[in-house]
């Protein structure tokens, strides 16, 4: 399940991505409207969180934009507005849910897997290509009778892999994907991760593989015989 998080609070994003990743859920941040629409345009996410108060675009707009193309992914707006005419106004506009701040950690959870029930999103979700399997719920990559657990990195990276397969992504593609905007690692980050997930397909009997494309990126392909 993939959750994209547009809030300008830079601290309270990588806090609600933290909490996302650690309930099983990967996460996209931005912190500012424009960034939100190009983002939802560039990937499918199961639900949508939107802050009302941000520069430039604010959340309204975005919300309002994402109905005018007749997307129905679930939105909830988060705000220091707690007044019931603003929630309403949110809710008009196309919002399902509305979680003004402060909020529990918990109750954020909680609405966010409500969303994605509702959505007809939250059930057993795999990718697949080739002879290799991904279960996005139980992050376990499989082909044949083996199996593997990925940790929460190499999930969303073979997500990336097996939804777009003989996509080439740069290495700058996949550290604003799997790491976000923010991270402090380096990009030989990105190469590091490759390689673990690489040597996971191997060990499976994967006939697929990551291959490195000179002077472009990555991306995966069958493995010819």
């Known amino acids: 399940m993939r959750i994209l998080i547009a809030e300008d609070e830079v601290e309270l994003a990588r806090g609600l991505k933290f909490l996302l990743e650690k309930n099983k859920f990967s996460a996209d941040i931005v912190h500012n409207g424009k960034d939100a629409l190009d983002y939802f345009h560039s990937s499918k996410y199961d639900a949508v969180v939107l802050d009302i108060m941000m520069p430039g675009m ?3 707009e975005v919300l309002q934009r994402i109905r005018k193309e007749k997307s129905g992914v679930p939105i909830m707006m988060l705000t220091a507005k707690a007044e019931i005419e603003d929630r309403v106004a949110g809710l008009e506009a196309g919002a399902d849910d509305y979680l003004p701040k402060p909020f529990a950690t918990r109750e954020f ?8 029930r509702r959505n007809g999103s939250y059930t057993d ?8 399997k991904l279960d996005c719920n139980r992050y376990e990559l499989s082909a044949g009778e083996k199996s593997v657990r990925l940790n929460n990195k190499e999930f969303q990276l073979m997500e990336l892999f097996l939804g777009h397969p003989h996509l080439v992504f740069s290495s700058e593609h996949i550290m604003d ?3 976000g905007q923010d991270s402090e690692a ?7 991760y490759v390689g673990f997930v690489r040597r996971k397909l191997k060990q499976l009997g994967a006939d697929i593989e990551i291959r490195t494309v000179r002077g472009a990126g990555y991306s995966l392909e069958e493995i010819k015989c």
């Open 58 to 60: 604010d959340g309204m």
């Open 109 to 116: 959870i909680a609405r966010v897997k409500a969303l994605v």
């Open 125 to 132: 979700h795999i990718l697949s290509f080739g002879n290799v």
């Open 177 to 179: 994907k799997v790491w």
């Open 186 to 192: 380096g990009m030989d980050v990105v190469w590091t």
